[in-house]
């Protein structure tokens, strides 16, 4: 059976995410530099919106991002298992390769849920989430959105043989899919342009879920932009196709015979 | 359609397996038959293609051409079935630096999809088998070379596969880390009766295999039980140093053979098995050399030779 394999990549990337304090550290500390610095700056700037004040619609936003940037670089670790050589264990195990690619974007989701979890925690001890929480969709924003940022991650590390292009990709993906995402604004106030990229961004409908289960029904300029079944539908049609699509690259031969060439290759370089 | 004959005793057979890399062949035609328990040796240079070799043999790349059966399961289609039989110890490590030894092991364990409590009865086995009891909890980052060598052998056994593939085990060691890989890789085929397959370009290494192929250029040029080999090649080898090689070269052929060149060295093979005529060879060549000795062939001299007797069978042709 699947099972232990894939739960033997989950355990791995669980095991890694407790034992990389500081890994688990920033994770807890980004969110809160947003919402504590950015937020009060903005808000001392603005003025307050009808009720609700600026810090507070931020508030989904850095629970998003604490998935976002949990479940990609756990996504991206994926590269670095190329590169270190453990993907040869994983490559000579007796399943089909695409299997790898299931248990990793599920690992880079559960270690996504579990720091969206811990910043939960932080964001209740700091007063942040006060009233009408509605439970039920905080739980499916979670899920979902873990989903679509591993998914988006794996897609990534499906095509990156290197960790050189690391850092290019934390620049030319993780900060734009965050700024152009809702996170920060609300979508519908955006220019026609912006507006545009951030509806076809599927983070955007993640953080819309959040606003939906955080921020409550009341009508203000800082509501959700689209319906929950909408934001639902997207997260998990967005992540059914990155798999499939991540699937299709590491299984094809083009796809692990440079893989295992670049494995073996570095002895002689 | 073609019949396949599928002879159960032999571990890995292959069939004129090839790979080839846009005009580059990295292996050419193969034919192997090894029978299960064999300790097969494929030795040659760096590059001859012994890991595309391994690779095709382990489904991680597709052969160009040719067919090739491993525990009985075709590579090409039967991936899965022949991954669950082999173990494969890749040349560069596979070990998760930042994992301890015993989680490095539970890791590769359920991958291959054993139960918890069997992983760590064999984790306990292999860790005590190979010296590394002590360690268990140890991340592998803080292990010596030759240990965490010892560790990506037991990674690849875990599961007890019928066939191992160690791809240059001892490479990168030194002296006397490669004896206790050595040590380790005879312990596990006297307590697993496993077939192993084995490359390395330590020919000299290789010597205790029940048969070795030597591989140049993805072709096979020589194959045999070593000791065979070493004999067939003569009791001695003379080495001959000094000015003027050519000339001398040209006055002793026709009495010892063909001349091996190795180097500034000139190589002859005496199969004569009196060492009389060696002592008497010597005070003949006197002070016309720098040097001369002679001594026992080995699996090195297989392989440089093998480019004189194809020579010599031409010329003779």
């Known amino acids: ?269 | 359609m073609r019949r396949d004959i599928v002879d159960t005793s032999l571990a890995i057979q292959a069939e004129g397996l090839t790979k080839r890399y846009g005009n580059t062949l990295a292996v050419d035609g193969l034919n192997l038959d090894i029978p299960t328990g064999q300790f097969f040796g494929l030795l040659g240079p760096n590059g001859s293609g012994k890991t595309s070799t391994i690779h095709m043999l382990s489904t991680l790349i597709r052969p160009s051409q040719g067919t090739a059966r491993v525990a009985g399961h075709d590579v090409k289609h039967a991936g899965l079935q022949v991954r669950a039989a082999i173990g494969v110890v890749f040349q560069e490590s596979a070990l998760d630096r930042t994992l301890s030894v015993a989680e490095n092991l539970r890791f590769a364990g359920l991958l291959h999809n054993l139960p918890i409590a069997q992983i760590n009865e064999r984790s306990s086995e292999l860790l005590e088998l190979f010296g590394l009891k002590e360690k268990r909890h140890q991340p592998v980052s803080e292990l010596s070379g030759g240990q965490r060598r010892a560790l990506d052998i037991a990674r690849g056994v875990i599961h007890r596969p019928q066939i191992l593939f160690l791809d240059e085990p001892t490479i990168g060691l030194d002296v006397p880390n490669r004896r206790n890989i050595w040590r380790f890789i005879e312990r596990l085929r006297t307590e697993l009766n496993v077939t192993v397959f084995l490359t390395t370009h330590y020919l000299e290494e290789a010597v205790d295999c029940d048969k070795v192929a030597f591989i140049k250029q993805g072709r096979i040029v020589k194959i045999g039980p070593p000791h065979d080999l070493i004999d067939s090649l003569g009791a001695y080898i003379i080495e001959i140093e000094g000015e003027n090689l050519s000339a001398l070269i040209a006055s002793l052929s026709p009495r010892l053979g063909p001349c091996f060149m190795d180097g500034d060295k000139a190589c002859f093979r005496f199969t004569g098995k009196d060492i009389a005529s060696l002592v008497m060879l010597q005070a003949e060549l006197g002070d016309k050399v720098t040097g001369m000795r002679w001594r026992r062939p080995n699996l090195n001299d297989v392989f440089l030779w093998v480019n004189e007797t194809e020579l010599w069978q031409t010329r003779k042709t």
């Open chain 1, 1 to 269: 059976m699947i099972l232990r394999p894939v739960y033997a990549v989950i355990e791995r990337e669980v095991l890694k995410l407790f034992r990389q304090r500081t890994r688990l550290l920033s994770a807890m500390v980004r969110p809160l530099i947003w919402l504590l610095v950015i937020g009060a700056g903005f808000d001392a700037m603005l003025g307050r919106s009808g009720n609700l004040s600026y810090q507070y619609f931020l508030v989904p936003g850095v629970l998003g991002m604490s998935m976002l940037f949990g479940a990609m670089l756990a996504a991206l670790s994926t590269v670095y298992d190329k590169e270190s050589g453990v993907m040869r264990m994983l490559v000579i195990a007796p399943f089909e390769h695409y299997w790898i690619v299931i248990a990793k974007t599920l690992s880079a989701a559960l270690a996504a849920a579990i720091q969206a979890l811990l910043v939960l925690v932080l964001l209740f001890l700091l007063g942040y989430l006060k009233n009408g929480v509605v439970l039920p969709l905080l739980i499916a924003g979670i899920v979902t959105t873990s989903l679509v940022c591993a998914s988006m991650g794996m897609l990534i590390a499906a095509w990156t043989r290197t960790l050189d292009n690391f850092a290019v990709m934390m620049n030319l993906v993780i900060f734009p899919v965050f700024f152009l995402s809702g996170s920060l604004y609300p979508v519908q106030h955006l220019p026609s342009v912006l507006r545009f990229v951030a509806t076809i961004n599927p983070y955007t409908y993640g953080v819309d879920l959040l606003k939906h289960a955080i921020l409550g029904i009341e009508a203000t300029s800082f509501n959700a932009d689209f319906s929950v079944p909408v934001n639902i539908a997207v997260l998990l049609g967005f992540t059914l196709l990155a798999t499939v699509i991540a699937c299709l690259r590491f299984s094809r031969d083009t796809a692990y015979e440079p893989l295992i060439h670049l494995l073996a290759r570095k002895r002689s370089d």
